[in-house]
Each structure stands twice: as structure tokens, then as C-alpha cells.
């Protein structure tokens, strides 16, 4: 295999984004550990086929079963599926999900579908990758199990069955060890599968970390399976490889104005110009009835150039009072539909904005905050916004809280 064929694998690490080369004796090899939170940190790759591996974080992962085994119906069942559970993957982002089998039985089929959350500028490499996939494919597990592993500080899990990815999920705590948030999270993945009567008895756990001290106790005692503790696995390729091919698609966007401003500066130059050289050359010239069609014509677009430039400026100025999804009063209802039900949790003061948001309030229990919290970060309705939910703080009337939130798209700049 020759150098520029080799493959270099950008995978999410426990505290940064790690750079892994390919060799056709030894498979992939550790080149860096970077402590890079966002992929478009990462530079000085070396020659090669970039692929890059998506955090689980990023991923909504839907295991199914479909009552066919005809795989010419998978994909569009995959999608009415993904559809019917309020998710809709953005068209003009680029291929977004993919489909996998896991198993097939009496006339019906496992699938497992993936859903990419559309990726910002800092989701993606300076040097653009010729692939992409996520983390929890590239991680190999053996047989029915539970893999648990830390991307940037945050314990993640996934669930395999014959080897296959069938689950994962990202969690939000980042403690020493595995406790009781990951222990609940992983509880409720299994529930859901197994009320989808999707089959899932992990025989044992596999615990993948580098950090010293870290302990097995809570989840022996959650689940009565024995659990392995040890450094993560060397990545592999994925097989079957992934489609999923996202479009940078404001940087197309931008690149299309740019190409446009462009255009109507040359055609306004030539149109001056061409105006300049009939004005002293009319005597000259009159007699050429080419000139005058061009003439007549740069007349004829000059206004309707004007007025295009106008509108797309108009335009841009009420693109974010337009979009009913950063209007504050959807934000909100998305918000409240987060507020765990019967847990007497409430709003004091909303602060709401297309780029922040900001949210005072109380509840008599703490439980019904933390799981608020919970809510708000893995809400798919609220994707676009990075969350800081502190713990609440005790007052008189129970438990206080203060959420705040960023864009996780910058607002563009005119």
C-alpha cells in the first residue's frame, strides 16, 4: 500500500480529538492525542485518505424492528420511522442518516438507523474528510455487551448484539467512575429495546479507560454481570462502511454569494464601461447594430441587478424574524416540553433569544430538576443550542435552578 493510500482516522478521545494512521501490517496506530475539543483545531495530518469519526454525542441512534426481511424496503422504513418519532433530518445538509441490519428472523429484521445532527464549521477538519462515520462503529465489540468509554470528558455507552452496534448514547456525567446518571441511562436503553421487542441480553460489561482508580462496584451491583476494565480497543474500520456525507452547507451558502456579489460587480464594470466606450465612440460605432443590442441589453439588466442586490440584502436582514423554529415563543414551547411531567417544576423567568437563552425557576424536589436537565440536553428539539444546567441550589421553597444556553451556530456577522 502506498502512502498517499493510507488511512487516517480522527477519532474522539477522552479529553480531545486523537489522530490515528493506518499500516497494512499492524492496522491503525496512535500518531497524536491532541487536547482539541472541535475538529477544526486539528491540523498537520499526514498524507492520506481522511476519515472522520463522529462523536457518539452527535449521533441519534434508532434500533427497529421491520416486518419484512426484503432489504429494498429497509431505508424507506428507516425513514417513515425516524419521521413518525418527530425527527427530521435537515434535506440541504447532505446525507445525514444511514441504516445498518443487525439481524434477521421469521419473516422480520433488526435495523438500527443513525441520525446525524447537522455539523457546524467546527464540526469538520480544515482538510476535508473523504468519509465519515461515528465513534461507536469503530470501536469493536464482541458478542451481546455493554461498552462504556469517556469522548471529551463525558462517559458514553453502547450496546452490541452478535458483535453488531445496536445502541449508544452519550450521557452527561463526567465522573471518575461509571455512577448512578450512566447507570440509569443505560436502565432506560435496555427498557426501550426491550419494549420494541428488540432481543438484548448483554452478557457482560466492558469498561474502557486509561485513568487509574476507576471502579466496577456500582455497576456489579446494578446489572449481576462481570465487567472488564481496561484501555480501549485499537479503532477498526467499520464494515459495511457508512453513507453518510454531510454538506458544509453554509460555507456553499457563502461561497454562492461571494460568487454573486462577484458577478454583478463585473456585470455593473462592464456596463460602465461599455457605456464609456459608446459615449466617445458613438460616431464610430453607430452603424453596428451588434453594439447596440449589447448596449440595449447592459441598459436592460442594470436595474434588475440593483433590485436583486436590494432584495437579497432585505432578505438577509429578516431571514431570523422569518424562521418560526428561532422564533422565542417556539423556543419556549420546546423548552416546556422538556419539564418532566407531575414534578410541580416551573418557570420563574424565561430569557429567550434566537442565540441565547436563559432560564430561572424552581420545583420542590431536586430529582425533577436534574432530570429537567437531562431533558434540555438530549433533546433533539433543542439541538442547536449548547446547555450549562449547575446543579440547583436549596431555598426555602424547595430547589432552585438557573439554565443557560448558546447557539451552537454563531449568528453570522453583515
Known amino acids: 500500500m502506498s502512502k498517499s493510500s493510507e488511512n487516517i482516522l480522527l477519532l474522539p478521545g477522552e479529553t480531545g480529538w486523537e489522530i490515528w494512521t493506518s499500516s497494512p501490517t499492524t492496522g491503525f496506530t496512535l500518531k497524536s492525542a491532541t487536547e482539541a475539543q472541535t ?5 498537520g495530518f499526514p498524507a492520506g485518505d481522511v476519515i472522520l469519526l463522529f462523536p457518539v454525542k452527535a449521533i441519534t441512534t434508532v434500533p427497529l424492528k421491520v416486518p419484512t426481511e426484503d432489504e429494498a424496503m429497509f431505508a424507506d422504513l428507516a425513514t417513515l420511522h425516524i419521521e413518525r418519532i418527530g425527527l427530521r433530518p435537515d434535506p440541504l445538509a447532505g446525507q445525514l442518516t444511514d441504516h445498518f441490519v443487525i439481524a434477521r428472523e421469521n419473516d422480520s429484521a433488526t435495523i438500527v438507523s443513525l441520525l ?3 455539523p457546524t464549521d467546527a464540526d469538520i477538519p480544515s482538510r476535508g474528510p473523504k468519509e465519515f462515520d461515528i465513534s461507536s462503529r469503530a470501536l469493536p465489540l464482541t458478542g451481546d455487551a455493554i461498552g462504556l468509554w ?9 450496546i452490541s448484539k452478535d458483535g453488531h452496534l445496536l445502541y449508544s448514547q452519550a450521557t452527561t456525567s463526567s465522573s471518575h467512575s461509571p455512577d448512578d446518571s450512566v447507570i ?7 427498557i426501550q429495546l426491550s419494549l420494541q421487542h428488540i432481543a438484548s441480553d448483554p452478557t457482560k460489561i466492558l469498561v474502557w479507560t486509561a485513568a487509574e482508580g476507576v471502579s466496577s462496584a456500582e455497576l456489579t451491583e446494578a446489572f449481576h454481570l462481570p465487567v472488564e476494565i481496561s484501555p480501549r480497543p485499537t479503532p477498526v474500520l467499520p464494515s459495511p462502511r457508512s453513507k453518510l456525507l454531510p454538506a458544509d452547507v453554509r460555507a456553499a451558502r457563502r461561497a454562492a454569494q461571494r460568487r454573486r456579489t462577484i458577478t454583478l460587480g ?15 465612440s458613438f460616431g464610430l460605432w453607430k452603424d453596428s447594430s451588434e453594439t447596440k443590442k449589447l448596449l440595449q441589453q447592459a441598459e436592460a439588466t442594470a436595474p434588475e441587478a440593483a433590485a436583486y442586490t436590494k432584495h ?3 432578505w438577509e436582514e429578516l431571514s431570523e424574524a422569518i424562521e418560526v423554529e428561532k422564533s422565542p415563543v417556539d423556543i419556549l414551547s420546546r423548552i416546556a416540553r422538556n419539564i418532566p411531567l407531575n414534578s410541580n417544576l416551573r418557570l420563574r423567568t424565561a430569557e429567550i433569544s434566537a442565540n441565547e437563552i436563559k432560564l430561572v425557576g424552581e420545583a420542590p424536589q431536586s430529582p425533577a430538576v436534574n432530570q429537567f436537565s437531562l431533558r434540555l440536553n438530549q433533546s433533539n428539539e433543542l439541538a442547536g443550542f449548547t446547555w450549562q444546567t449547575p446543579e440547583p441550589q436549596q431555598s426555602a421553597r424547595g430547589w432552585e435552578f438557573v439554565f443557560s444556553a448558546a447557539s451552537a451556530t454563531p449568528p453570522v456577522q453583515p
Open 39 to 43: 475538529a477544526s483545531e486539528l491540523t
Open 116 to 118: 446525524l445532527r447537522p
Open 150 to 158: 469517556k469522548e471529551f470528558g463525558r462517559w458514553v455507552f453502547a
Open 184 to 190: 440509569r441511562d443505560i436502565r432506560l436503553a435496555l
Open 266 to 280: 463585473l456585470a455593473a464594470a462592464a456596463v460602465l464601461y461599455l457605456g464609456v466606450i459608446a459615449w466617445f
Open 312 to 314: 437579497l440584502a432585505k
